[in-house]
């Protein structure tokens, strides 16, 4: 057995003598997007700005270390410690306070020592094709403005990318915040803040904790503590009833669901853990004494409108289709945010189809503009939020938070009119919603094990190709992925094949054998005689006028 030891650790620690760490080069590379990382700077300002005194816990690390000694090879958690490193070069480079900047540039780099020889070395060492990068833009003071100054030919890596582009969003926010909020938040982080460091002296030791720890309905969950509070007080029929729900969900789904109860009855983001805020939030109305009520009125209820929303389940004399398939559009969208209205609105409407289909289709159109225009974390959960406190108070559909402004308009409008093909989460959503209003089927389900999106223009056409002489350089830089360039097909690319002129393309790529692809998207391309400029153009305005009338744009 290898000694394993669990500390909570104060981030002044964590980037201090006690600890070097190494990312190894078999751990993936820093992968964090941008908005991961404003969501950190998000959750750690606004920890500050609370009135309690309470630590504020960032989560946990896994550690390859020996007792006693400083070298620490990174298990789990890089990317937080990779991005708290961005965050405090950040404020070192911005301050003008001579003793915060010693003092972070303290926890960034460790000095050296004149008399016993050792040279200053930064305290987190990344991937080695990463390091001397991370070392010369971040580590190393007043380089941060060069950093975020690159463009992505001087980038190497996608690590690289992910580096400058979160410093970039982290800068801009930090300057917004000011030097007073700034050194605030930097004391908060040093002395309020802590992980949780798991070590372990053996690389397969380390392996086996992280999995159990990352292995999902193996420990005892939330929802079973909650249980226990509440079933405790009742009789065997309500066991049976939680037990129930929890087998028709599923495990996971099941604890998923304690946390979308509690944004519907907070109504507010999440400030701290499940833990924490259920009992208080949501348990808090019914303990003691009403515990049957929250099995019948809440659990029970919610569980069953959460398996019709994940399973398209929802049944009805009228609309029922309709409803499903406002289910699987949002299924579509890359978040959950969107999840607590629509299951208040199946519990407390599920009764009324033409209802429940008017109010999803109003929640669609709000996740898909905010799914395009990439609004992150924080302020999508407070539209949400704002959502079901109207709902609350009774405006039902004509909730403000429905309501789109000129400006979230504009912006969405501006993105489907842009290098849609580019924004690789966003694009297919895109462009099978569109293909629904081509079809003239809102309703239609496509089946196939593979949908992809496919460029008619190429993106890299032959030098002998029909392509150069069709389209100018300038002219492809504009259409190639714009969407009036762009198909549906239900079959992998072929880079070989994708390269052809447009004739040759229609019929060896987007026919499948003797019959049209199965996307009206793409049976309109194969219906074209030629593709040029003249065509994309005309494409490009119908297809963003046929988008913007299907979301009120």
């Known amino acids: 057995m290898h000694k394993l030891e669990a500390h909570e650790v104060p981030l002044h620690k964590v980037f201090g003598s006690d600890y070097d760490f190494r990312i190894p080069d078999y751990q993936r590379p820093y992968a964090w997007e941008v908005e991961q990382a404003q969501q950190l700077l998000e959750d750690l300002v606004e920890a500050e700005a609370g009135d309690s005194d309470e630590p504020y816990f960032l989560g946990s690390m896994v550690l390859v270390k020996a007792d006693g000694k400083a070298d620490s090879e990174v298990i789990d958690g890089q990317q937080r410690l990779t991005t708290l490193t961005i965050l405090l070069s950040i404020v070192r480079d911005l301050t003008t306070h ?30 080695k094709r990463d390091q001397v990068f991370f070392r010369t833009y971040v580590q190393e003071p007043g380089h941060i403005e060069k950093l975020i100054a690159l463009d992505d030919t001087a980038l190497e890596t996608d690590a690289q990318k992910a580096v400058r582009d979160n410093a970039r969003v982290l800068r801009s926010a930090l300057v917004r915040l000011g030097e007073e909020a700034r050194h605030r938040l930097v004391r908060m982080i ?4 802590f992980l949780v460091v798991v070590s372990t002296p053996n690389l397969d030791s380390a392996h086996r904790i992280f999995s159990v720890m990352n292995a999902r309905g193996l420990d005892l969950s939330p929802a079973d503590i909650f249980k226990s509070k509440v079933i405790g007080e009742l009789d065997d029929e309500y066991a049976a009833k939680w037990d129930e729900a929890e087998v028709r969900l599923g495990r996971s789904d099941f604890a998923d669901l304690f946390l979308y109860i509690r944004m519907i009855f907070a109504q507010e983001r999440a400030k701290q853990d499940l833990m924490t805020e259920f009992p208080r939030q949501v348990l808090s109305r019914y303990l003691p004494g009403r515990e049957a009520a929250f099995v019948d009125d809440v659990l029970v209820p919610y569980a069953e409108a959460y398996e019709k929303i994940r399973d398209f389940g929802y049944e009805s004399s009228v609309k029922a289709e309709q409803v499903n398939s406002w289910f699987r559009r949002l299924a579509q969208v890359d978040n959950r945010d969107w999840l607590p209205p629509a299951l208040w609105a199946v519990r407390h409407h ?9 109010f999803l289709a109003k929640l669609e159109r709000l996740a898909a503009s905010m799914f395009i225009r990439r609004v992150y974390t924080t302020p999508r959960v407070m539209r949400y939020s704002n959502l079901l406190r109207e709902l609350s108070a009774g405006f039902g559909l004509d909730s403000p938070a429905f309501v789109l402004d000129a400006d979230e308009r504009a912006g969405t409008v501006s993105q489907l009119d842009g290098q849609l093909y580019l924004v690789q989460k966003t694009r297919r959503y895109v462009l099978l919603r569109l293909d629904e209003m081509l079809a003239g089927d809102p309703g239609v389900i496509y089946k196939f094990p593979v949908i992809t999106v496919e460029h008619v223009l190429p993106q890299s056409p032959k030098a002998d190709s029909a392509w150069l002489s069709d389209f100018s350089s300038e002219e492809r830089a504009t259409w190639t992925h714009r969407l009036a360039n ?3 097909l239900n079959r992998w690319k072929n880079a070989e094949v994708s390269n052809r002129d447009f004739v040759s393309k229609k019929s060896k790529y987007f026919l499948s054998g003797k019959d049209v692809s199965a996307f009206a998207l793409t049976s309109q391309v194969i219906a074209q005689p030629e593709w040029t400029p003249a065509v994309l153009e005309t494409r490009q305005k119908e297809l963003v006028r046929i988008l913007s ?5």
Do not use: F
């Open 549 to 553: 009338e299907t979301w009120d744009l």
């Open 190 to 193: 040093s002395a309020q803040t």
């Open 486 to 488: 762009l198909v549906l």
């Open 350 to 358: 599920g009764h009324d189809p033409v209802w429940l289909d008017r």
């Open 98 to 127: 001579d003793g915060i900047r010693t003092s972070l540039r303290k926890m960034i780099v460790e000095e050296g020592d004149d008399l016993l020889g050792l040279k200053p070395k930064p305290r987190l060492a990344l991937r």
